[in-house]
């Protein structure tokens, strides 16, 4: 997932779900509505070296499209230097790309593991084979972006807090209770273990126009960005 936060300009990862009967929909515009003119995906103070950074992490992520994002990951079962090793690059892309959170389904890797950062000041957590263990009645509705859909934001509905249980990279368990974006970041990812994309979890008007801003992106910022499917 990608978030408002560092830059402030929301290099947001969503999840868009690219079925090919969902292209009539993008044919329907609704004019002036949506915010394209705040939510392009390219922060605009990014520096060169970071933009290059960013734009090498960005086209290793499988975007909309891709069948590993809708593929259902499976649990790990070795704990090796081997899973270590794809928790730092996942970690390192993650921060490379600017983004808060990623799960291994958008690299192509169908291992339950995610990794996120929440807030800058936070270590990058990684979670393998996560299970919500509770989700709270209590809802939110925030912006989400994901780094598997370029240009899309949506306002997506979730449990304010949630428990889950998940192991570390080396196999140690965790327990640990999320609110704020942290809890939004961990039910993204899980979402994408499950081959779930935010699109998924918005009305049918919020995935047209998240289609659409899609297009655009793709069209403008980033031609050949990432072999994605489309
Ligand atoms: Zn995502």
New binding site residues.
Partial sequence: ??SEEHTGTAE????LPTPVSEEDDVEVTHPGTDGHDHDESEPEELDAETRARRDAALAQVRKLGDPALRATALPVERFDEELAAEVRRMGELMGDAL?I???AT?LGVLHRVLVYKAYVDDPVTALVNPQLEWASDELEAAM??????PGVHVEVERPARVRVRARDESGAELELEAEGLEARVIQ??I??LDGT??LDRVSREQRKEAMRAMREANLEGHPQAAGDGA
């Fill in positions: 997932m990608a947001e990862s969503i999840e983004g959170g990623l799960a958008q989400e972006g994901c780094l598997s859909l993204h990812e979402d994408h994309l935010i």
